[in-house]
């Protein structure tokens, strides 16, 4: 089983669209897959999936203790389902630690090929670290500046936080702090610096920081492309992620914006399926044959 | 960060380990595009990753990587034509791929500089490796020896990647 998530930090880029996309894609592939709702501030996936009222939503898993597999409802396309979002709860996107490590041992535990989580936009804990235990990291931008700017700091976050889950896996988290504080006279100017630091001290640490930068590998997606001009930028947001943040990745691919889109949504039936095959359908197709074949490799 | 050899090079340029000269120098070409601008469409100049030191130490490893890379291309160059029945002529101090291939194309730096419409001078420092006495802009340097190695019979990517990666490598010395 394989956990898929898509992220990016910006509000509005497409995240669930392309979450949806890549779940419909691998259903239709005959693959048997999970979509889970974790935008836990502003669910929108059950109406992706033309599903009008979910009988059940991720609200029974957070407050009732209902299993996560429970909570799987079947959707009009074979071998996708879903777990709705918390649409019927306030402050919803607050959830504790203990709550968000039962989401993961849950999530881990799914019956299916495939688990693709859609998450919510923003850095918060919760959303970095859904998107650091997915085995394939999606990131969804649009060509400007603003979307650009917010992943940027996703980005950041998602070293940040994967460098203090290490500090606090290896025991290293109160050293590491204090080093910190102290660091003029550790002669470290910077995080890069602190983290070789580190390295010299603890083995374990070098180690699982090696582990959690190999297992980091960002799919970029750029959505809402409206001349071809632009997706030089998408290539210029991978290299700089790079380049600045040390995160390896490639443009898995770039959707064309489509005035007429938000006529699918609230239908019976997925967004980017239906039919006539449509030109969204496409985009996700060779989205997912992109992201498929660096999994192959 | 490790030394750039040639593995750190390729991952500089974002290229695999099979790529050619030819994709190596289009992958350059594109981060030159990006990073040569402070193109705020495309970075967050709030952010201290981005600041102004920091694009410039990027656009100098590109470059560094680039000369390095070419550079290794360049251990088997591509042999000057030889014409059927050319004399054979004493060497010239200091022969020059460039020298060479105008010698065995029968022309003099003046009939060059006729048909390229560049100046004799820049001519014979391109030819001498002369960096010192060419136009300063790498563009200007690139369209000149283009002109010149194509007037002489040589296929200008034989040759111009790798004397551009040394006449950049030289330029950002230079400064």
């Known amino acids: 089983m394989r956990i898929w998530a898509v992220g990016g930090g910006k509000g509005g880029t497409g995240?669930?669209?392309?979450a949806n996309g890549l779940a419909l894609g691998l259903a239709e592939r005959g693959s048997d897959v999970v979509l889970v709702d974790a935008d836990f501030g502003g669910p929108n996936q059950h109406t992706y999936c033309g599903l009008r009222k979910p009988p059940t939503s991720l609200t029974q898993f957070f407050e009732e203790r209902v299993p996560l597999e429970d909570l799987i409802l079947?959707?009009?396309t074979p071998?996708?389902?879903?777990?709705p979002g918390n649409f019927n709860a306030a402050s919803t996107d607050n959830i504790t630690w203990a709550q968000k490590q039962k989401f993961f041992r849950h999530l881990n535990q799914l019956p299916c090929d495939h688990v693709v989580l859609d998450l919510g936009a923003g850095t918060t804990y919760d959303t970095l670290d859904t998107f650091l235990?997915?085995?394939?990291?999606v990131g969804v931008i649009v060509p400007d500046a603003l979307a650009i700017e917010n992943f940027y700091l996703f980005l950041k976050n998602l070293?940040?936080?994967?460098?203090?889950n290490v500090l606090s896996w290896t025991g290293l988290r109160e050293r590491g702090r204090k080093i910190w504080k102290t660091r003029a006279e550790h002669g470290i100017a910077n995080v890069r610096e602190f983290t070789q630091h580190l390295r010299g001290l603890s083995e374990e640490f070098s180690k699982a920081m090696d582990r959690e930068r190999d297992r980091l590998y960002l799919h970029l997606v750029l959505n809402q492309v409206r001349e071809y001009s632009q997706v030089e930028l998408g290539l210029a947001v991978k290299s700089a992620a790079a380049k600045y943040f040390h995160i390896d990745g490639n443009l898995a691919g770039y959707i064309r914006y489509?005035?007429?889109?938000w006529q699918r949504f609230g239908q019976e039936h997925p967004a980017a399926g239906g039919e006539p095959p449509y030109i969204l359908h496409h985009a996700m197709e060779s989205l997912l044959d992109s992201i498929l074949k660096r999994g192959a490799d | 960060m490790g030394p750039l050899d040639?593995?750190?090079?390729?991952r500089t340029l974002e290229v695999g380990p099979d790529a050619t000269l030819d994709e190596i120098t289009r992958s350059y070409q594109l981060l030159k595009r990006i990073y040569a601008k402070d193109l705020a469409v495309f970075t967050a100049p709030a952010m201290d990753e981005f600041a102004v030191d920091a694009r410039r130490e990027v656009l100098e490893e590109i470059e560094a990587a680039y000369a390095l890379l070419c550079g290794k291309a360049e251990a088997q160059p591509a042999s000057p034509p030889v014409r059927p029945g050319e004399p054979d002529r004493p060497p010239a101090a200091p022969r020059t791929v460039l020298g060479q291939a105008r010698e065995a194309a029968g022309m003099t730096l003046d009939q060059v500089a006729a048909e390229t419409h560049v100046r004799p001078e820049y001519l014979a420092a391109l030819e001498q490796e002369d960096f010192q006495g060419l136009p300063l802009a790498p563009v200007n340097v690139r369209g000149y020896l283009t002109a010149f190695v194509q007037t002489v019979g040589v296929p200008a990517e034989a040759v111009v990647p790798g004397y551009m990666a040394r006449f950049v490598r030289w330029h950002s010395q230079r400064r």
């Open chain 1, 258 to 261: 489509d005035k007429d889109l």
């Open chain 1, 15 to 18: 995240k669930s669209l392309v």
């Open chain 1, 159 to 164: 070293k940040q936080r994967q460098l203090a």
């Open chain 1, 74 to 76: 079947d959707t009009a």
């Open chain 1, 133 to 137: 235990l997915a085995e394939v990291q």
């Open chain 1, 79 to 83: 071998g996708l389902r879903l777990v």
């Open chain 2, 6 to 10: 040639e593995a750190r090079s390729r």
